[in-house]
T-cell receptor
Framework: RKEVEQDPGPFNVPEGATVAFNCTYS??????FFWYRQDCRKEPKLLMS???SGNEDGRFTAQLNRASQYISLLIRDSKLSDSATYLCVRKISGNTPLVFGKGTRLSVIA | EPEVTQTPSHQVTQMGQEVILRCVPI?????FYWYRQILGQKVEFLVS????????KSEIFDDQFSVERPDGSNFTLKIRSTKLEDSAMYFCASITDRISEKLFFGSGTQLSVL
């Protein structure tokens, strides 16, 4: 059973659009959640952490729903530079390793 | 921003050969990791390393794999006898401490086994 599931996409959106990705997880013991961004054949980079209260960083908003076991990422006013794969990531606790979803590919088109 | 450095960026080897992938984690970091990503697949955990020993490993990390921190700065992943299915991008990562949220990844070594 997959631990972190994401819609692989691709999501093709015009510049300026708002786009939302969802991710579901199966391990209810998971404590921490993150969104990472990965450009083609590059390393993953932390985009933002996800909290139950929701958090916002500029055009990006992340939400966690523990009852339904899903995480979301909303990108407003999409830029061409937002084109990448967005990885949903969970960690159970402390020093346990990160578990990555397969990622959702976003292409922002001019 | 500090960086995790990996060498080489590309490694081509014959099946059955040994390879060593090298990483220099960020100097004040305490926990080190190897992950791999087969083309088109998700990033998968291989092993974590703390205080000069393995703290956790996945089922992928079998007897063909080993890690070392030989000189206090380099962190290496050795694959003893490579198989075709070992072809992947291998990422080294490090983190300050167990409660820190930000894992720093190196730019990866693309391993191709022929």
């Amino acid at each position: 059973r997959k631990e972190v599931e994401q819609d692989p996409g691709p999501f093709n959106v015009p510049e300026g659009a708002t786009v939302a990705f969802n991710c579901t997880y199966s391990n209810s013991a998971s404590q921490s959640f993150f969104w990472y961004r990965q450009d083609c054949r590059k390393e993953p980079k932390l985009l933002m952490s996800v909290y139950s209260s929701g958090n916002e960083d500029g055009r990006f908003t992340a939400q966690l729903n523990r009852a339904s076991q899903y995480i979301s990422l909303l990108i407003r006013d999409s830029k061409l530079s937002d084109s990448a794969t967005y990885l949903c990531v969970r960690k159970i606790s402390g020093n346990t390793p990160l578990v990555f979803g397969k990622g959702t590919r976003l292409s922002v088109i001019a | 921003e500090p960086e995790v450095t990996q060498t080489p960026s590309h490694q081509v080897t014959q099946m059955g050969q040994e390879v060593i992938l090298r990483c220099v984690p960020i100097s004040n970091h305490l926990y080190f990791y190897w992950y791999r990503q087969i083309l088109g697949q998700k990033v998968e955990f291989l092993v974590s390393f703390y205080n000069n020993e393995i703290s956790e490993k996945s089922e992928i990390f079998d007897d063909q794999f080993s890690v070392e921190r030989p000189d206090g700065s380099n962190f290496t992943l050795k694959i003893r006898s490579t198989k075709l299915e070992d072809s992947a991008m291998y990422f080294c990562a490090s983190i300050t401490d167990r409660i820190s949220e930000k894992l720093f990844f190196g730019s990866g070594t693309q391993l191709s086994v022929l």
